[in-house]
């Protein structure tokens, strides 16, 4: 968890804290603030169509995704009460294809004077036995001297806690009232001790469970520390299952230096193990093996799972078995913005993971998000300018929210022209005149384009797409084409570049409606295989995606 996960008031709850204001009072404070209505919701064109988020409120990472008797249950961290982190819940939405969604009541809330009365955490929900079971952490608050957490805003005391369900939907939980692990190993100084990740290990005698959950050594690196069970409430620590190298950090929040890894999830694809975690402000790939002797996991490659705004992805298994991916996406503007506007944050698309012939992981945004697609327009391109290199599509992107699509061929002789595409907002953005003018004339300010996307390629760097100021690796063979899809939907674009690399910005604008959004490209006409575009259905009529 980063610290805008946990900027929530801390001042406040710190006067709560020492007795000062209870815990009641200041969850009324926050709900009699003043927040936009439902109308008013509805009508933010900034809010996405086709994403999962909560009508209001602050949401971030997916919690214990899972197919269960015929439907896909979500659960995600959830501030009831503002648009801010804090008073973490686990609330609770159910969907027949992973696209369309209907939100159900909270699922988990914190229990008064448990081990998370101070709120639900990230976690997993597996079937044992038939049965579905979550663990998860909870977190309390106490002295510094009991805490795990300690990021100079909470004080907590992190705990893994379970809870089992006999709802068919999924919607009440059992909780066990005592911790099935209630503190780290007593031999490690921890930075963390949170997310936990249990899967079951065919190459253990009878089944047992393995569990990874995240943690680290201050001034040292991040690690998964190892835990293995035969049910799921009886833990036995064996050893980290892996760490990283001495970061020599120094920031407040361990997370930041790298000296604490959280959100992690492991699981077989293919011959191999993945390991994920999150850190630094990345959510990181490893690839490799699970020595099934020593129980330690053998790195063999590794990357960064997207390149932009998508933190603590966790992962679920569909009907058929694939493996998908699902990460927060957190809000890249100011804190005072989001508050006001009455929500925080979105889930992403689903993305389907599978291992490449390189050995390298390859990520697709799910055929089923196929079925929000209205009619395909095959878009021209024709010069932006008389005697422009640049060129620009024959239709634009409306309301903003669509699906693009570009694909790009090598030449004969196997090499890429160079290439560029930009999505660009075409509202005007006035300045002042250039050229000094005398008082009293009628000079008229100057507008231009504002760009929202970068997309540079070129045979010069072969191995790398640069997407703004990053870049994304890429692996193409001989005689592969370039191929990019953009999901654009109210304030957030999500690429998949070749089925290798991700890149998920937000983007923002005043008033009342979207700006159309034009697309610009310049290369070799003769190299774009195809460049389509498809407006995209909602799933809801109000973006309140009920």
């Not at 009460?81 to 914190?110: C, F, K, Q, T």
């Not at 006999?166 to 190993?185: C, E, H, N, Q």
């Not at 699906?403 to 890429?416: H, K, M, R, S, Y």
């Not at 407006?535 to 009529?541: G, K, M």
Request: hydrophobic share 35%; charged share 20%.
């Amino acid at each position: 968890m980063r610290i805008p996960r946990r900027r929530f008031l801390s001042s406040t709850l710190a006067l709560a804290a020492a007795g000062t204001l209870s815990r009641s009072t200041i969850l009324s404070a926050l709900e009699d603030q003043t927040t936009p209505t439902e109308a008013e919701l509805a009508k933010d064109p900034r809010r996405p169509q086709y994403h999962l988020l909560p009508a209001r409120n602050w949401m971030n990472d997916p919690n214990g995704p899972i197919y269960w008797r015929g439907k896909y249950h979500m659960f995600f961290q959830y501030n009831p009460h503002a648009a801010v982190w804090g008073d973490m819940h686990w609330n609770h939405a159910v969907s027949a294809d992973m696209i369309h969604w209907r939100h159900l009541p909270i699922a988990l809330a914190p229990t008064p004077g448990g081990p998370d009365a101070d709120g639900c955490f990230t976690g997993t929900a597996v079937v044992n036995n038939g049965v579905p079971t979550l663990i998860y952490t909870g977190v309390k608050t106490v002295p510094k001297s009991e805490s795990t957490l300690d990021d100079g805003h909470n004080i907590y005391r992190e705990t893994q806690l379970y809870a089992t369900s006999s709802d068919p939907m999924l919607g009440s939980w059992t909780k066990r009232p005592t911790p099935v692990i209630p503190a780290p190993p007593p031999s490690l100084k921890v930075t963390g001790f949170r997310d936990p990740a249990p899967w079951r290990e065919p190459s253990l005698a009878g089944g047992q469970w393995l569990m990874a959950v995240g943690s680290g050594i201050q001034h040292q690196s991040g690690m998964l520390l190892l835990y293995k069970s035969p049910d799921l409430q009886n833990w036995e620590y064996l050893h980290p299952l892996l760490g990283g190298s001495k970061t020599g950090g120094s920031a407040s929040n361990p997370v930041d230096s790298g000296d604490m890894w959280e959100c992690p999830d492991v699981f077989p694809l293919g011959n191999k193990h993945v390991v994920i975690y999150s850190t630094q402000g990345k959510a990181l790939w490893k690839v490799g093996q699970i020595d099934p002797n020593e129980l330690v996991f053998h790195e063999e490659q590794s990357g960064v799972l997207d390149h932009g705004s998508f933190y603590a992805p966790k992962t679920q298994l569909d009907k058929s078995g694939n493996r998908i991916l699902w990460g927060w996406i957190p809000e890249s503007r100011p804190e005072a913005e989001y508050h006001a506007a009455g929500w925080s944050g979105l889930m992403s698309l689903p993305r389907q993971l599978t291992l490449g012939p390189d050995g390298r992981l390859r990520i697709a945004i799910v055929p089923q998000a196929d079925k929000l697609r209205k009619h395909e327009q095959k878009l021209s391109l024709n010069p932006a300018k008389d005697g422009s290199k640049e060129l620009e599509a024959s239709a634009r992107i409306h309301d903003a929210c669509a699906e693009l699509q570009c694909t790009v061929i090598p030449g004969a002789d196997g090499n890429f022209a160079p290439f560029s595409l930009d999505l660009v907002n075409t509202a005007s953005r006035t300045t002042a005149p250039t050229t000094p003018t005398d008082a009293g004339s009628d000079a008229t300010p100057t507008t231009s384009p504002t760009s929202i996307l970068s997309i540079r390629y070129s045979h010069a760097n072969p191995k790398e797409l640069v997407v703004d100021q990053a870049r994304l690796p890429l692996n193409l063979t001989a005689g592969q084409p370039l191929d990019l899809r953009f999901f654009i939907d109210g304030s957030v674009i999500e690429l998949i570049a070749c089925n290798q690399a991700a890149f998920t910005k937000r983007f923002y604008y005043p008033g009342q409606s979207a700006p159309e959004i034009a697309i610009s490209i310049t290369g070799d006409i003769k190299a774009i295989q195809r460049l389509s575009l498809w407006p995209l259905n909602p799933i809801s009529q109000d973006r309140l995606t009920s």
